[in-house]
C-alpha cells in the first residue's frame, strides 16, 4: 500500500484521514494545527485521531525535510488551513489532492459555506482537486453538491459537506493511487474567489434587503462569531431570523420585528455582547 503524507484539520480532516485508514493507506506523517483559544471549537480532532492510531503527528510548520524523510508516494491536504509549498508537493510521484468545501472553479478561497450562505446560493459541496502554485485551481478529480435551505445555517451546510467529504475521496481512492486520477481542467471562467471572513464582517447593514441581512445572520450564527448591530452604545448580537412574508403575518407575530423597504425580518434569538 502507498505511502501518504496528510494536512488536515477540522471535521472534514477527520472524515477523509478516517476513510484513509479504513482502507489502509500508511499514513506516515500527519500535520495538523494546533487548536486557537479565540475560536469556538465545534469540530472534530485531527490530533486526537492521529494520535489514536500511532500516527507520526506534528503541529507545527512542514518542513521539506521531514516530509522527503517520511517518503510519501501521495500528499493530501483536507481542510488544512495553510498554503504548502510546491516544493513539498512535489516531493510526491502520485501527486497532491486537496479537498476543497465548494463546488470548483466557484468559491475558490477561504470560509467557502459561510460565503455560499451569505450570497443566497442553493447549494454547496466539495470538490477533490489536484494540488498547483495556484490556490484551489488544479484539475478535478470529483465533486458532489449539498444542498443550501432558505433557512440553513452555515453549520446546517456543514453537517453535509463532511460526510461528503468522505464518499468523495472514498470513490476516488483506487484511481489516485494507481496513478490514474488526472481530473479535468477547471474553467477559468466560471471561477469565482472569496477571502477571509472576520468577526467584523457581521455587522448588519440595514439599508440592506431583508434578504441580504436573513442571508448574513444564517452565515455567521453560532459557531461563527455572529452577525450584529450597535443600539445605544451596546453591541447586539442577532442569532436567528425569520423571513415575514405580509404585513398580516408581521401583526400576528409578537416579536421583534425590522421593517426594511423590501420586506420585515422577526428576530427570534438576539442579546447584547
Known amino acids: ?149 432558505p433557512d440553513d445555517t452555515a453549520q446546517d451546510v456543514f453537517s453535509r459537506i463532511i460526510p461528503a467529504a468522505g464518499r468523495v475521496l472514498e470513490g476516488s481512492l483506487d484511481a489516485i493511487l494507481s496513478g490514474k486520477a488526472e481530473g479535468t481542467p477547471q474553467d477559468e471562467s466560471q471561477a469565482t474567489k472569496f477571502g477571509r471572513r472576520r468577526p467584523a464582517d457581521g455587522l448588519i447593514d440595514w439599508t440592506k434587503s431583508a434578504r441580504e441581512i436573513h442571508n448574513l445572520v444564517r452565515a455567521v450564527t453560532h459557531p461563527f462569531p455572529g452577525a450584529f448591530s450597535e443600539k445605544d452604545g451596546h453591541k447586539v448580537m442577532v442569532w436567528r431570523t425569520k423571513l415575514l412574508g405580509s404585513p398580516e403575518e408581521a401583526e400576528k407575530t409578537p416579536a421583534l420585528i425590522v421593517r426594511t423597504e423590501d420586506g420585515m425580518i422577526e428576530i427570534l434569538d438576539w442579546e447584547i455582547a
Open 1 to 149: 500500500m502507498p505511502n501518504a503524507v496528510v494536512f488536515a484539520y477540522s471535521s472534514v480532516g477527520v472524515e477523509c484521514l478516517s476513510v484513509l485508514l479504513k482502507h489502509g493507506v500508511n499514513v506516515s506523517l500527519v500535520y495538523t494545527h494546533e487548536d486557537d483559544p479565540n475560536e469556538e471549537h465545534w469540530f472534530e480532532s485531527v490530533y486526537s485521531l492521529a494520535k489514536s492510531h500511532s500516527l507520526n503527528v506534528r503541529t507545527d510548520e512542514p518542513e521539506l525535510s521531514a516530509v522527503e524523510a517520511a517518503r510519501p508516494d501521495v500528499i493530501f491536504s483536507f481542510y488544512y488551513r495553510s498554503m504548502i509549498d510546491m516544493k513539498i508537493l512535489d516531493v510526491a510521484p502520485l501527486g497532491a489532492f486537496n479537498m476543497h468545501g465548494s463546488l470548483l472553479p466557484k468559491y475558490r478561497g477561504r470560509a467557502c459555506v459561510n460565503w455560499a450562505v451569505l450570497n443566497g446560493e442553493t447549494q454547496a459541496g466539495v470538490t477533490l482537486h489536484h494540488m498547483v502554485a495556484r490556490a484551489d485551481a488544479g484539475n478535478i478529480v470529483a465533486q458532489e453538491a449539498v444542498p443550501i435551505g
